[in-house]
């Protein structure tokens, strides 16, 4: 049995490919446009790499060739939101075009993969508070050119379903976090900070912006883990909600990491990290998922800021030593 990891060098693609690899039987084949060892350097000899873009049909088509996958997990995707406030276009022409894709050289090649589709739980965007929590029925709203860009993966997903018979699952993921992740999301952005000004490289003020948008975290490593789960024990045709079904405020999280700090921080709003639209809560509920397959997030936020703030004391630290 083979799976298929697009953007596997990405923070939530290497998560998925070291789970697999350490609890699964399943031969890991993993896809990267650049052919870079990043995040997945201590477990690469594991995996077997295919370099390309797939966002062009005939390397889409070769990666699925030369795999021959039993699953394929599409996770490649610009996924970040301000980005795609700059860069309407090309957010949704990367997001929209990798996914087409890959999905139509399944059907071009007769086989017939467990194919799952990463969702968002932007996709629901501006959520009342009589909506609360937030289930796959409520309403999709997009306030962000991604969240418009993910529901046309997750149509798209359907579409392919209901047409071709491929057996697709799709997943709305809410907010995960953990090691490896990028400093332009939240919480590995004030970890990062908190690092480096421990290590005297930045100044003891941590600069943030909206603190009170409230948040549904779950670790990255259980994400990942209803991710398998979803081809495993999921109904094609699908979609579920996963997430910690439990929300934290933004200042909540701070709090936590400077807490964990071992100086004294100043805290600096800056104007520059507030979003053009924000919603106010957000908390989803699971219990579709939960009764499908079992899964349930465990992990505590401040277990994930922890390892957090250790993944980034680590490459701070990396960092000053390649400096000297």
């Not at 009342?128 to 999709?140: G, K, M, R, V």
């Not at 952005?189 to 000004?197: N, R």
Request: hydrophobic share 40%; aromatic share 8%.
């Amino acid at each position: 049995m083979r799976a298929l990891i697009t953007g596997v060098t990405g923070f939530a693609g290497s998560h998925l490919a070291e789970y697999l690899v350490a609890h699964t039987e399943l031969e890991v084949w993993g896809t990267d446009i650049s052919g870079s060892d990043r995040n997945i350097a201590q477990f690469k000899d594991d995996l077997q790499f295919v370099v390309g873009d797939m966002s062009e049909p005939e390397v889409a088509s070769a990666a699925l060739t030369q795999a021959q996958p039993d699953y394929v997990f599409h996770l490649a995707a610009q996924a970040f939101v301000p980005l795609s406030w700059r860069d309407p276009w090309q957010t949704i022409a990367n997001n929209v075009r990798a996914q087409l894709n890959i999905l139509q050289a399944v059907v071009n090649s007769g086989a017939g993969p467990k194919v799952l589709i990463v969702g968002s739980a932007d996709e629901y965007g501006m959520i009342t508070p009589d909506e609360l929590p937030i289930t796959e029925a409520t309403p999709l709203r997009p306030y962000s050119p991604y969240a418009v860009s993910k529901i046309a993966q997750d149509m798209l997903g359907y579409q392919y379903y209901a047409s071709h018979g491929l057996p697709i699952v799709r997943v709305r993921p809410f907010n995960h976090i953990g090691p490896r992740q990028s400093p332009a999301f939240v919480t590995s952005d004030f970890a990062k900070q908190v690092a480096e000004i421990e290590a005297g490289s930045r100044e003891p003020r941590i600069h943030v912006g909206n603190l009170e948008a409230k948040r549904d975290f779950t670790d990255v490593r259980e994400m990942v883990q209803g991710y398998y789960l979803a081809l495993e024990r999921g109904e094609a045709g699908e979609v579920y909600n996963l997430g910690a079904e439990r929300a934290y405020s933004i200042r909540e999280v701070l709090d936590v990491l400077l807490d964990m700090s071992e100086v004294e921080i100043e805290v600096v709003p800056d104007p520059a990290r507030l979003r053009p639209s924000d919603v106010p809560v957000v908390v989803s509920d699971c219990s579709k998922f939960r009764q499908q397959t079992g899964w349930r997030a465990a992990i505590s936020l401040r277990e994930s800021l922890r390892d957090i703030l250790k993944y980034w004391r680590g490459r701070v630290k990396e960092a000053g030593r390649e400096k000297r």
